[in-house]
């Protein structure tokens, strides 16, 4: 509800971060945010991989979030991410293995997968 402002995404930073060019990096983006908008128009289930980040699944009008442990490692520091796991151990709900097979956290839909 109500107005929300929103910053334009600064294709430039990206571009330069990720040593490519802005216009492959606009490219990317929105051609995954069509890919992203022309399933959810279908109701399919999708898997968005976001490297070294985690994975945004979607699925039957539920939406969560799992995180590579390894991500949540580098935003919190070790120690405080191992506080945190024991203090709430529900947050390994969370957590998965980047070498667990993508295909095994959706029960069908599409996998996409962004660079």
Do not use: W
Not at 70 to 81: A, V
Not at 103 to 113: D, E, F, M, N, Y
């Amino acid at each position: 509800p109500g107005n929300k402002e929103l910053d334009p995404l600064k294709y430039g930073k990206v571009a330069t971060a990720a040593f490519v060019s802005r216009r492959k990096v606009e490219s990317c983006i929105q051609g995954t945010t069509s890919l992203l908008s022309h399933c959810l128009r279908n109701g399919e289930n999708i898997a968005l991989v976001l490297r070294d980040i985690g994975v945004l699944l979607i699925e039957d009008m539920r939406v969560q979030m799992k995180f590579f442990y390894n991500f949540l490692e580098r935003m919190s520091g070790q120690e405080n991410l191992g506080i945190a796991v024991s203090e709430v151990p529900k947050l390994l709900d969370m957590v998965v293995s980047p070498v667990v097979p993508m295909t095994s956290l959706t029960s069908s839909g599409r996998i996409i997968i962004f660079p």
